[in-house]
């Protein structure tokens, strides 16, 4: 059981928006910044999205983020085929002192 | 790059040393973490070193178990397992720390089997 609740999947066609949520609690989220990692089949995670909603160099800015509360949510708009993949959202348990993961969430783009 | 290595068959019980290798950029001034992620399961992090060494963290399913170290004057990184279980098994990655859960650059990862 993972600290951190995403939904397990998301699916959506070309071209449009969808958003996969990131649920916590206010020792986690609600303190610290969140981040979200794009994992491509067989592939390492790579760094979406930091400080709840800036792109690393080269993240094109269809993928966003935001955070309210004790919750995040990762937006990705104009949707290609290679978007498909599985997403997590991390960041800093301040009680635990421990880093936490969502559970992942699979996006499949029909 | 981050290029870890150690990876391999191990029985229940027995230890593995785990290293992670940077090229193109000096180590010493990150804090680095070690991620698993069990064979079709999600991302657990395990572990977080300071830049210097001074000040480590665990996950409570490592904890006693597992140890991170570093030898900033070989740019390397270390993760030791021992007492390891089945479900151990699963890929290692190491990954430079941006900030306190957050993530920047991550190595391809070492796969751990843990088996009899």
């Known amino acids: 059981q993972s600290v951190l609740t995403q939904p397990p999947s998301v699916s959506a066609a070309p071209g449009q928006k969808v958003t996969i949520s990131c649920s916590g609690r206010s020792s986690n989220i609600g303190s610290n910044y969140v981040s979200w990692y794009q994992q491509l089949p067989g592939t390492a995670p790579k760094l979406l999205i930091y400080d709840n909603n800036k792109r690393p160099s080269g993240i094109p800015d269809r993928f966003s983020g935001s955070k309210s509360g004790t919750s995040a949510t990762l937006g990705i708009t104009g949707l290609q085929t290679g978007d498909g993949a599985d997403y997590y959202c991390g960041t800093w348990d301040s009680s635990l002192s421990a880093g936490v993961f969502g559970g992942g969430t699979k996006l499949t783009v029909l | 790059q981050l290029l870890e290595s150690g990876g391999g068959l191990v029985q229940p019980g027995g230890s593995l040393r785990l290293s992670c290798a940077a090229s193109?950029?000096?180590?010493?001034?990150?804090?680095m973490s070690w991620v698993r992620q069990a064979p079709g399961k999600g991302l657990e992090w395990l572990s977080h070193i300071t830049g210097s060494g001074g000040s480590t963290y665990y996950a409570d399913s490592v904890k006693g178990r597992f140890t991170i170290f570093r030898d900033n004057s070989k740019n390397t990184v270390y993760l030791q397992m021992n007492s390891l279980r089945v479900e151990d098994t699963a890929v290692y990655y190491c990954a430079k720390v941006f900030s306190l859960g957050t993530f920047d650059y991550w190595g391809q990862g070492t796969l751990v089997t843990v088996s009899s």
């Open positions: 193109g950029f000096t180590l010493s001034g990150y804090a």
